[in-house]
């Protein structure tokens, strides 16, 4: 995908991972400390992360199309480079988010054995594992994000913004 209705598809694909990564790592926590959210909200955030993984490659893709359209700089490339690490952080939380799934499907069902439970979810050890690892899970996702974010508005805006308003010519008269 390159463009959208004229503007490059990047600058539009990027505010979905904006949004659903960060939903979706927040979700995380939740699930995983919280049962009353890991039963109702487990599937959703799956279905969300997987979603994200999906989604991620497509807004990098339309990422490095844009940069060979642009003017090369530092900040670009560094830009580039971070992008790159995007796809990681949503298959860490997408990974941590069927293990919290599975965990609630197991509790569920009543046909499993218990010495067939794979992710003990009855056992309050294994959900502060779980719950540790999905808030460090989260919060690198959050801020690998942030990282991106932030090189990617310096890529787009430094050395472009005047700290005294621009002068505005008035709209044409019809």
Do not use: C
């Not at 600058?11 to 990564?21: D, E, G, N, S």
């Not at 960060?22 to 995983?32: D, F, K, Q, R």
């Not at 830009?79 to 949503?90: F, I, K, P, R």
Request: proline share 5%.
């Amino acid at each position: 995908m390159t463009t959208v209705n004229g503007l490059p598809a990047h600058v539009l694909l990027v505010h979905a991972i904006v949004v659903l990564l960060p939903l979706s790592a927040l979700l995380l926590v939740l699930t995983a400390a919280w049962p009353a959210a890991r039963r109702s909200l487990a599937g959703a955030n799956l279905v969300l992360a997987a979603a994200t993984v999906a989604l991620t490659p497509v807004t990098t893709d339309a990422g490095e199309w844009l940069e060979r359209r642009v003017p090369s700089s530092v900040v670009l490339r560094d830009h580039t480079e971070l992008g790159d690490t995007a796809v990681w952080a949503a298959l860490a939380v997408a990974a941590t988010a069927l293990a919290i799934w599975w965990r609630q499907r197991e509790a569920g069902d009543r046909r499993t054995l218990l010495s067939r439970r794979v992710l003990a979810p009855g056992s309050t050890a294994v959900t502060a594992v779980i719950t540790v690892v999905a808030v460090a899970v989260a919060g690198l996702a959050v801020f690998d994000i942030y990282r991106i974010g932030d090189s990617g508005a310096k890529a787009a805006w430094q050395g472009r913004i005047t700290s005294t308003p621009a002068e505005r010519q008035a709209p044409p008269r019809r």
